[in-house]
């Protein structure tokens, strides 16, 4: 709590910012200690001017009256059982670490656990969808929480309040949804899922608890849903609608975009066909379309973890359906079977096979291994 007390005291230095903060963070070893050292060591930082750097540590002074700041919002967030992850904190988002200017605070409310957010993908798009749109974004966010894949997106109406309800009422999976908030994790705005949102899935906000949902906070906003994820589905936009600027985040943040197609007079689907058209984004139809660019980095991920110790290493046996008849197959063979061997045993296509290879990689039930050849766990 310490570390957060000093970043939260650094992001009250007038014209600082996130990127300027990121780069100080990463030669000093605490915030603290930012404030502790010398105004040449400052200025050694790039783009830390001796100017800025005299700023920061001119700002000590404010330290009794952000004192007290500080102590009224540690209040608050204890009174609204809200939680908070810092930059420096080992809980914050990987992929979100990596982005330029990430938030260097995000307050949440609900269940947030790093892991189950490692593997995420955004779906964001218009708010008045056609009924084409809704029954797309209904049946990927259902086919991506299916096989353990997280879904964000910004909780407004329409394409991201059905992406959100679809994960929150599929019963047979055990991913989650978050939604990311252009304004305080308190502010019920809008009103439609929220309480099963804090009950069953994550609300996060780099804004503090009670800030207003301004217009100048949705486009940050879309850069933490492009950066929490390995790529973003847009459904349904116009060429000026907000899903385009979390296009052109993801674009910026070297994410996967993806786009549904839709019909070249519809106003609604004028953004996405604008997007495959300049081959700014994949044209998709089905998930296999998103998998196939983003299997090989969810995996490397999740291993990741395993080894670093962070991610459970037990194994999910409760299987039904293509998950139980894809495990017998290669549960009691005692060398990894290639993916085509897997496919003829178990009478499913090569795709429905990898897709459900995929599921129980995340679940620790399977290990892939080079080749395409998989063995049980």
Known sequence: ??????????????????????????????????????????????????????????????????????????????????????????????????????????????????????????????????????????????????????????FARGVDTIAHKSVLDNKNSTAVTAAVFGCGVDVIYPPENYERMVSEGVIISEYEPSSIPDAVNFPKRNRVISGISHGVLIIESGVDGGAMITARCALDQSREVFAVPGSIGSKTSSGTNSLIKNSQAKLVENLDDILEEVQNKMLNLALNYKNNGKAKN????????????????????????????????????????????????????????????????
């Open 1 to 154: 709590m310490n570390d957060f007390k000093y970043l939260y005291y650094l992001t009250k230095v007038d014209g600082l910012g996130s990127v300027r903060i990121k780069r100080l963070l990463e030669k000093f070893n605490s915030p603290e200690e930012v404030f502790n050292s010398a105004a040449a060591e400052l200025a050694e930082v790039e783009n830390i001017s001796i100017k800025t750097a005299g700023e920061i540590l001119s700002f000590k002074k404010s330290f009794p009256e952000t004192e007290k700041e500080y102590s009224a919002l540690l209040n608050k967030l204890d009174k609204m059982k809200i939680g908070v992850i810092s930059y420096i904190n080992n809980d914050y988002p990987e992929l979100l670490k990596k982005i330029y200017d990430p938030p260097l605070i995000l307050f949440y409310k609900g269940s947030y656990n790093k892991e189950s957010l490692a593997n995420c993908i955004g779906i964001v798009g218009t708010r008045k969808p056609t009924d084409y749109g809704r029954n797309v974004s209904e049946m990927f966010a259902l086919e991506l929480s299916n096989i353990g894949i997280a879904v964000v997106s910004g």
């Open 314 to 377: 037990s194994v999910n046996l409760d299987l039904k359906g293509n998950e139980k008849l894809i495990y017998d197959v290669i549960l009691n063979k005692t060398e990894p079977l290639h993916i085509d061997s897997i496919s003829e045993a178990s009478g499913l296509n090569i795709s429905d096979s990898l897709v459900t290879l995929l599921s129980l990689e995340f679940k620790g039930c399977v290990e892939q291994l080079p080749g395409k050849r998989f063995k049980a766990r």
